[in-house]
């Protein structure tokens, strides 16, 4: 059972466009909901996390955007650049992030220049 | 801060050999570990939990007799690959996460383990 649930697989953006990727979840026990971005042959770096008492959060180019009722969250990246080039995963966890985290299956996001 | 260790960044081993792979919060202690495991181009999946000081606590699914994780202090924990496999050739992750409510768990750069 597949508990995060991510689209889509993939996704090409022109540069300076908007990345928008998305992630739904079942288990409403999950009370941190993070974005990480990878690599390859790279650990997952912690872009950015939003808890279900906040709609929406914003760091830099990052913005989550956090419907609890629907049970889904997505990841917004404005002006996005070639270097934005990656895989994006979201994530749930219980706990305020104190249990491991399930992970979406990823974006492989591709910004052209 | 907030750096995550692991070593080797990759190995290749026998088949029917083990292997450990450390895992080490550099500048920070860490009383739960994860360990996660990453196929190519697919999602990493939680393996087991590990607090400092107890027996770590296994995904369904998780052989713990082949996937042994020592948790022994607050800087240092280790997933042993016992008997490895082909079939276990993948990439492990792990993370560390700091004492207290709401604080984030930071990942290590990973180690690419391949059996032969």
């Known amino acids: 059972q597949q508990q995060v649930k991510q689209s889509p697989q993939s996704l090409i953006v022109q540069k300076g466009g908007i990345s928008i990727i998305n992630c739904a979840y079942e288990n409403t026990a999950f009370d941190y909901f993070p974005w990480y971005q990878q690599f390859p042959g790279k650990g997952p770096a912690l872009l950015i996390a939003?808890?279900?008492?906040?709609s929406e959060k914003k760091e830099g180019r990052f913005t989550i955007s956090f419907n609890k009722s629907a049970k889904q969250f997505s990841l917004h990246i404005m002006d996005s650049q070639p270097g934005d080039s990656a895989t994006y995963f979201c994530a749930a966890s219980r706990s305020r992030g104190a249990d491991g985290l399930t992970f979406g299956k990823g974006t492989h996001l591709i910004i052209q220049p | 801060g907030a750096v995550v260790s692991q070593h080797p960044s990759w190995v290749i081993c026998k088949s029917g050999t083990s292997v450990k792979i450390e895992c080490r919060s550099l500048d920070f202690q860490a009383t739960t570990m994860f360990w996660y495991r990453q196929f190519p181009k697919q999602s990493l999946m939680l393996m087991a939990t590990?607090?400092?000081?107890?027996?770590?606590?296994?995904e369904q699914g998780v052989e713990k007799d082949k996937f042994l994780i020592n948790h022994a202090s607050l800087t240092l924990s280790t997933l042993t690959v016992t008997s490895a496999h082909p079939e276990d050739s993948s990439f492990y992750i792990c993370?560390?996460?700091?004492?207290?409510?709401?604080?984030?768990?930071?990942f290590g750069q990973g180690t690419r383990l391949t059996v032969v």
């Open positions: 939003i808890r279900p008492d906040v």
């Open positions: 590990s607090n400092e000081g107890s027996k770590a606590t296994y």
């Open positions: 993370s560390a996460r700091k004492a207290g409510i709401g604080t984030e768990a930071f």
